[in-house]
């Protein structure tokens, strides 16, 4: 169980103070689920395949490595994305192309300090046992380490981070 110390500090302690300091009360445990810095994501709706992601507080939007980005406007200027997504981890695995509406093109500023618009799309997110609609935005993020970064919207209100636990929710299965 966890616990929080109920009083403010100023200046030096009083006896009394100190006392106060040692009384804890009991805070409920979260019933939000854990993450770790990385974990197995899934976009159903996209692809079959399980993507290692990468748990990005910095980041608002999720990203996630799409080659071949080409923007199509219906008539009533209504944009569509074409995109090309690995279905592996590794960048020689097949490839399968998918097409989704763009719901907004949002000016993102990478690690690096460089910037740029991307098409965003919201789609179905699976990580662990959550299943949740997530807005994605589409990047090249082939020489980037992870192909996937969870962003501070999909985390909010359905996880708690662990920055020092890994694939908390599960891992790839081995094949």
Known sequence: MRYVITFLCSGI??????EAANQLVPVAEPTMAVVGW???????????TLVRAKI?????TSAIHASGITIAHRAD?????SFTLPTTDQSDGQERVSGHPVVAFRFVRSSTGEGEYRPVIRTALVIGQKS?????????RDRMGY?????????????HIDPEGSFLQGK???T
């Open 132 to 140: 949740f609609e997530a807005e994605v935005s589409l990047t090249e």
């Open 13 to 18: 302690l009083s006896s009394v103070m100190r």
């Open 56 to 60: 990005d507080t910095g980041a608002t």
């Open 77 to 81: 200027g209504e944009a569509f994305v």
């Open 38 to 48: 990385r974990e197995v994501a899934h976009l159903p709706l996209l692809t079959p």
């Open 172 to 174: 790839i299965p081995k």
């Open 147 to 159: 192909r996937m970064l969870i962003g501070r919207e999909a985390l909010r209100g359905r996880f």
